[in-house]
């Protein structure tokens, strides 16, 4: 089965600094990627989804990017952080021939000061 | 527009008790319907799907959901509630051919013992 690494796990960062987070797959290949923020423990807003390397689609515009530089690694970027940034970071996986379910890393939490 | 609604922000029940999670979706042709639980500062579990088939899916933990197509509802069940079942619940819809999942603004369960 599949394993899915978020790190860091919890991150405090000034406003104005950069951000990365980087998830990596272990298990699978050719998985479909994507990044959610959960805001104040409720709702997921879907941010970015990508279906191969190189090929990422961006659901919400916002200060932030992501990456797919390898089959198994996502990266969230952000040249400089907002406030507003501040949230639980979910990493999910869909992998090739299942019918939909996603499976989530443990999260990364970001605070921005 | 494809969406799943979960009506109660937060559901108590006493231990022992039976339980249940509302979920309503709004999804065209044949929906795939999901339920996940989350712990805190964990990522999301997978708990049970819908694709197609037997109305009553039965899960992880215990817990099923029923596919009801006349209501467009896919309730979350248990028969006895364990203190441990508190958690914050999400129902997710996906349909035919999409790549994401729509997310519930989900459910805090809490079971008191």
């Known amino acids: 089965s599949q394993t899915i690494h978020q790190w860091p796990a919890t991150l405090v960062q000034p406003v104005g600094s950069p951000l990365s987070l980087e998830c990596t797959v272990e298990?699978?290949?050719?998985?479909?990627l994507y990044w959610y923020r959960q805001a104040a423990g409720r709702g997921l807003q879907l941010l970015f989804y990508?279906?191969?390397?190189?090929?990422i689609s961006s659901e919400v515009p916002q200060n932030l990017s992501a990456s797919r530089p390898q089959d198994r690694q996502f990266i969230l970027s952000s040249k400089k952080l907002l406030l507003s940034d501040s949230g639980f970071y979910l990493c999910?996986?869909?992998?090739?021939?299942?019918?939909?379910?996603?499976?989530f890393g443990e999260g990364s939490r970001l605070t921005v000061l | 527009a494809q969406s799943v609604a979960q009506p109660e922000d937060q559901v108590n029940v006493a231990e022992g008790n039976p339980l249940t999670v509302k979920c309503t979706y709004s999804?065209?042709?044949?929906?795939?319907l999901f339920w996940y639980v989350q712990y805190p500062n964990r990522g999301l579990q997978f708990l049970l799907k819908?694709?197609?088939?037997?109305?009553l899916v039965k899960g992880s933990y215990g817990f099923e959901a029923e596919f009801n197509k006349s209501q467009t509802s896919f309730h979350l069940k248990k028969p006895s509630a364990l203190v441990s079942d508190s958690a914050l619940y999400f129902c997710a819809s996906r349909y035919t051919g999409a790549n994401n999942l729509f997310f519930g603004t989900g459910t805090r369960l809490t079971v008191i013992p």
């Open positions: 819908y694709i197609t088939g037997d109305n």
């Open positions: 999804v065209s042709g044949n929906p795939y």
């Open positions: 990508s279906v191969g390397i190189g090929q």
């Open positions: 999910a996986i869909r992998t090739s021939g299942n019918t939909g379910e996603l499976f």
């Open positions: 298990g699978t290949s050719n998985p479909n």
